[in-house]
């Protein structure tokens, strides 16, 4: 059993994501692990991660062990959808109280353990470790062997407390747990050439399942689903598919990889997300089949049932083009769904002005700028203001994004779609992407709008506060622009490293003073880059554009 | 007298209750310009945060110390210390207001003495409104944070008052319990403002959580009570405590100015509106307004057509003290039998909640009552949603959180008009049920030979 803090260090280590590979020994060491702003941080914690990865197996039993605000808080918030139990729906909590605190919570959690068996006998428990047991030292790996031995029932330890990092470090852990505990336990009754695993994927709006008929129709067998609409067998005999299938980029990059090292399961980075994304993935299912055995053919008919699809899809969204003939889209989100959802807009016409890369990788980026251009306009941490003026210029006439960005759009009476995992509608596979164009259809030619841009009859129609907002901006603008001394000052605050609070102007100085070169100069000088080490591209650009130093040797 | 006990469970199942710190992020949020902070590791923000967001449908304000392993172990004063100036920097707020959370307490951090330091070392905080409560997550539930909260702000935040000095006679202070949505506020706002009366409500969810635009793009909450209002609360002439949980605050009020207080356990309801009322017609000298005698007449006319639906209902209800004992008391009044109860934390309300038995529990408990009674009503927050469809009855929404459906924040309780568009809603419910699922026939009422009835009469 390797302690924690070694399977943070190994997950840190992950040689298959790309991000990782680019970077020092050192650096590597440090992790993944954005370090977080006191103040200034908003996302979830390493717990979540686990929970999200984990939560949509749908016959587990869920336990959280931990005070009521790890569960009670948070329980039943996702929208992944079953086809068989709702147990993944209820929700289990040791909610420790301040005797467990003094006393040890660790026969608390075996009570636990043994109410959930007994009342409703799941096939399997995971058990989640949160902050403040993992401070009074409950060894939940310990509590769940016993319990696993006594009951003759699989009880996983979920070793993932929220206060070891983020989300994202959470969704690697769940996977190390699966690693450790699960797969490879169980033997499926048969298997067959056309078996594959599907990693990181949650089924969400049942979204799945807009592109599980296509593979049934090719005969291709869905193993095991991790985790969407998953069941604990199926995830315990998944070390017997021919080929894998990794959704999510970030997430659970350590299973697919892990499994092509265990068991000899190749696994390819893909995305149903867009038209051209979802047929590369069929091909690429089918390619890794074939290559495992499976017959030649299988290329054929999935080459049939790509072209049929296309064309359907294709068909269907030509009716948008000329409705979206010159609207502009403000895309922010995270991570693997630009680049995929950029192209499928840009299918049907819609001009693309701005995606988010704050949760991208580097290949993510490299991605959206390959599809958009090199002029991609990729909006890193843009404020609430700058969002709402980029809506009101009408530079954009719709915003989609997930959840917490809505209200800025919304508020600023300009349609808004939400993409992200609180969103009703499914967006996956051909017909998703058809459903998207719907959706985005409905919204922009609402008739709503019109109203509500339109002032009150008793205020000016210059003096609402839309208006006065853009007045100001503008105004500050015209300031900046009129003055070259405000100008060059507003040039050097702009934010470089928002982690270590450093702006434009002490960086130029420093490379002035010192003479510097490269980004570990520049750490050195301003602290730059000392936090999550996201600004280096960008002190790399200010690097470049520095008249060449003539001499090194300050540094 | 009801008799209330404790679950005996080892393993909470569906949990009824939320934890104690987001209940005070939750009252820091009635302030205006506020930044409510918690002292632990990101999630116990960000799962308050999502949770608040799905059922207002708006952006809130709400940050973290964003406590690591090791801060935890070494004791958190740094993290303190950089999110309060991080905030005060970059949000600009008119006041930070810090809940602990288990993490921190667990490790036992001084955040008062962490505050102290804080401002010594920061001259521009010194004056800077800061409250911090302590509100441990193993402990304790959402009220009770909120109960806490609020009663730290008026220790911090009124000025004190000295004995004798004059006061504004049309002032009165509003403290009202968590269990109130902003569209109650704003109908008790008008209530009281019809009496000539100026009310300060501490806090003011109606300010900043009730879906109003804003004129300015803020981080902080977009409305609610100034700090500056909050100063003066002391001239008062009246407190007015809404909730039971909203004694304490009303205590230290007293206490630090003097303003005597009138609590009010409930305003849901015929009775306990007639006596809000007087009370505001007896402190304001003025006559009872024509609207609200108009309001009562209707509240009468809406029981005297609801109650055919409501009467004889088996409620089964899960709630927050204060909630439950408002709710179940109004449809007590009106002929419904409270079958089941299940709540979250203590309160001394409990024993006078008109039933047997109230249970400190959790969904699962309630759903099981609700099945062994045959209870054909349930009332609880939208995390009864699974238990209301494995149950077939009529379910109806109430207290926080509401994340399934639309207009939480203005669903009404309080006052004539508020309690009229309720059992409307509830009398509805259960005729849409009727309907949909207990339709009569043939069968429904043949009997057998022996004369005993083949099914039991399902028309309820």
Known sequence: MSSLSATIQDVFNEPGCGKNANKTEAERKKGCTKQLQPGGAAGGCAFDGAKIALQPFTDVAHLVHGPIACEGNSWDNRGSASSGSDLWRRSFTTDMNETDIVFGGEKRLYKAIKEVIEKYDPPAIFVYQTCVPAMIGDDINAVCKAAATKFGKPVIPVNSPGFVGPKNLGNKLAGEALLEHVIGTEEPDYTTPYDINIIGEYNLSGEFWQVKPLLDELGIRILSCISGDGKYRELAYSHRARAAMMVCSKAMINVARKMEERYGIPYFEGSFYGIQDSSDSLREIARLLIERGAPAELMDRTEAVIAREEAKAWAAIERFKPRFKDKKVLLITGGVKSWSVVAALQEAGLEIVGTSVKKSTKEDKERIKELMGQDAHMIEDMTPREMYKMLKDARADIMLSGGKSQFVALKAAMPWLDINQERSHAYMGYIGMVTLMEQIEKALYNPMWAQLRKPAPWDDAGVNWQTKAMEQMDAQAAEIAADPVLAEAARRAKKICHCKTVDLGTIEDAIAAHGLSSVDGVKEHTNASGGCGACKGRIEDILAAQPTPMLQAAE | ?460
């Open chain 2, 1 to 460: 007298m009801a008799i209330v006990t404790t679950s005996k469970k080892a393993c909470s199942v569906n949990p009824l209750k939320m934890s104690q710190p987001i209940g005070g992020s939750f009252a820091f949020m009635g302030l205006r310009g506020a930044m409510p902070l918690l002292h632990g590791s990101q999630g116990c923000t960000s799962f308050g945060l999502t949770l608040f967001v799905r059922h207002f449908k708006e952006a809130v304000p709400m940050q973290t110390t964003a406590m690591s392993e090791v801060a935890t172990v070494l004791g958190g004063y740094e993290n303190v210390e950089q999110a309060i100036l991080n905030i005060y920097n970059r949000t600009k707020p008119e006041i930070i207001g810090i809940n602990s959370t288990g993490v921190t307490e667990t490790k036992g951090d001084d955040v008062e003495g962490f505050i102290r330091l804080i401002r010594q070392k920061h001259p521009q905080l010194e004056k800077f409104p800061l409250v911090y409560v302590s509100t441990p997550d193993f402990k304790d539930a959402f009220q009770d944070g909120w109960e806490k909260t609020v009663a730290r702000m008026v220790e911090v935040l009124v000025d004190p008052v000295e004995a004798g000095a004059a006061r504004d006679a049309a002032r009165v202070n509003v403290l009202p319990g968590c269990h109130l949505t902003p569209g109650d506020l704003d109908e008790l706002r008008t209530i009281i403002e019809d009496f000539g009366l100026k009310p300060s409500f501490l806090p003011d969810l109606a300010g900043s959580l009730d879906g109003h635009i804003p004129d300015e793009f803020t981080p902080t909450t977009i409305g609610g009570i100034g700090v500056d209002e909050i100063a003066t609360m002391g001239q008062a002439a009246w407190t007015i405590a809404i909730g039971a949980q909203m004694k304490r605050a009303a205590e230290a009020m007293q206490q630090r100015s003097g303003v005597p207080f009138r609590l009010f356990e409930r305003l849901c309801g015929l009775a306990p509106n007639d006596e809000f009322v007087a009370f505001l017609s007896e402190i304001s000298g003025r006559p009872v307004p024509a609207k609200y005698r108009r309001q009562r007449g209707q509240l009468a006319d809406a029981m005297l057509d609801t109650h055919f639906h409501i009467g004889g209902r088996k409620l089964a209800i899960g709630a927050e003290p204060d909630l439950l004992f408002d709710l179940s008391s109004m449809l007590h009044e009106m002929g419904a039998e409270v079958a089941a109860a299940v709540t979250t934390t203590a309160s001394p309300v409990l024993e006078r909640i008109k039933t047997q038995e109230v249970l400190i529990g959790d969904l699962e408990d309630l759903e099981e009552l609700a099945k062994a009674r045959d209870c054909d009503l349930l009332i609880t927050h939208s995390h009864g949603r699974q238990a209301a469809s494995r149950l077939k009855i009529p379910f109806y929404r109430a207290g926080f959180p509401m994340f399934d459906r639309l207009g939480a924040g203005h669903q009404l309780s309080v006052g004539y008009r508020g309690t009229r568009d309720l059992v409307f809603d509830l009398a509805n419910l259960v005729i849409a049920d009727r309907e949909a699922n207990h339709q009569p026939t043939p069968d429904t009422w043949r009997t057998t030979d022996s004369g005993l009835q083949v099914v039991p009469p399902q028309l309820h």
